[in-house]
């Protein structure tokens, strides 16, 4: 595979994950409207139950986008290290990125499924946010 070809497949994945992204937050958005509904509604156990799958379902598929995203990321400057390490001259373009993202072929390849930091965070907070909004009540009253 060639610099151009790494560089290609990778602005696809982006892409992709840029869909997937715009996914995620449409089921945010549903998964709060249940959230607010089922207060509204009064629901029963069983009502409750079903809005914490789907919340829980969406902080899941938030946590694949994340992870598609970071190793993506981290497989683009791989490839290119290893083009690099190879003996093959990068562009400068290619060459900022090893550098920035810093991941080369002597870590090895990207762990799959393994989002960054920061995305953990988000994703805690916002499955507490789920749980916390379908079963504790949050109101002053």
Request: proline letters at 3%; charged letters at 10%.
């Amino acid at each position: 595979m060639n610099e151009i070809e790494i560089l290609n497949y990778a602005q696809m994945n982006f892409i992709q994950n840029g869909l997937y992204m715009v996914a995620f937050t449409a089921f945010v958005f549903i998964t709060f409207r249940l959230m607010r509904f089922q207060k509204e509604q009064n629901a029963n156990i069983f009502g409750k139950v079903l809005v914490t799958i789907f919340g829980l379902c969406t902080v899941f598929f938030g946590y694949n986008v994340f992870s598609f995203l970071y190793v993506n990321q981290l497989g683009q400057s791989y490839r290119l290290s290893e083009l690099q390490y190879t003996g093959v001259e990068l562009s400068a373009l290619s060459q900022n990125w090893v550098d920035y993202i810093g991941y080369t072929v002597s870590d090895g390849l990207p762990i799959p499924f393994s989002p960054e930091p920061a995305a953990y965070v988000f994703l805690i907070t916002l499955a507490v946010m789920v749980i916390a909004g379908v079963w504790v009540n949050l109101s002053k009253n």
